[in-house]
């Protein structure tokens, strides 16, 4: 089992407010992760489906968001690909594929290019169940403030921005643990 919290401590101050927001929101994640794997009766290894939610937002350490007290120089979209390095200097390649594919929905090539962002021109999809579970599950919680889970339809209304591509993706991952709504 890896040890997320070490981890974590190698780049956040425990007790500061940037380690409490990343420790609260993740551990949001992986309980609503857990639970929609439960209800759905979607095999995951849930062993690492907790470590990876825990993970999965360990890059905005390096951005600038100040709003979620990180004082780093990149923009905060690129958080994944900078926990992705971070997680791959730590030995887990695995995990790092979730800090990489887990924005949004996933991102492909063309929504990148097309959108402008500040990402290599690269498929960022969550292949795995267990991707596509923590990706989904992050959605429904905000970092900038702790409150209660926001509904399908709210992460619905806040995705549409995105385009297509983007709610038909959530649209599968609604299906897929979420097979009775």
């Known amino acids: 089992m890896v040890d997320f919290d ?3 401590e190698k780049h956040y101050t425990k007790g500061s407010d940037a380690y409490n927001l990343l420790t609260t ?10 639970q929609l794997a439960d209800e759905s009766a979607v095999a995951v290894d849930r062993d690492f489906v907790v470590e990876a939610s825990m993970l999965h937002d360990i890059g905005i350490c390096r ?22 390095a971070m997680l791959l200097e730590e030995g887990l390649p695995r995990h790092a ?12 090539a063309n929504e990148i290019v097309a959108q402008k962002l500040p990402l290599p021109a690269v498929d960022m999809l969550p292949l795995t169940v267990e991707e596509k579970l923590v990706c989904y ?20 209304a806040m995705m549409a921005r ?15 643990f979420s097979p009775h709504s």
Do not use: W
């Not at 599950?137 to 619905?156: E, G, L, M």
């Open 162 to 176: 995105y385009g297509e591509g983007t709610l038909s993706r959530l649209s599968e991952m609604h299906t897929l």
């Open 63 to 84: 951005t600038n968001a100040p709003g979620i007290f990180c004082f780093g120089t990149e923009p905060y979209l690129r958080h994944g690909l900078i926990g992705k």
């Open 25 to 34: 929101h993740s551990r949001q994640v992986a309980e609503l992760a857990l």
């Open 137 to 156: 599950a992050d959605n429904f919680f905000s970092k900038s403030h702790i409150a209660p889970a926001r509904t399908y339809k709210q992460v619905r």
């Open 97 to 108: 594929l979730v800090c990489e594919r887990h924005i949004g929905a996933g991102l492909t």
């Open 6 to 8: 070490k981890i974590i």
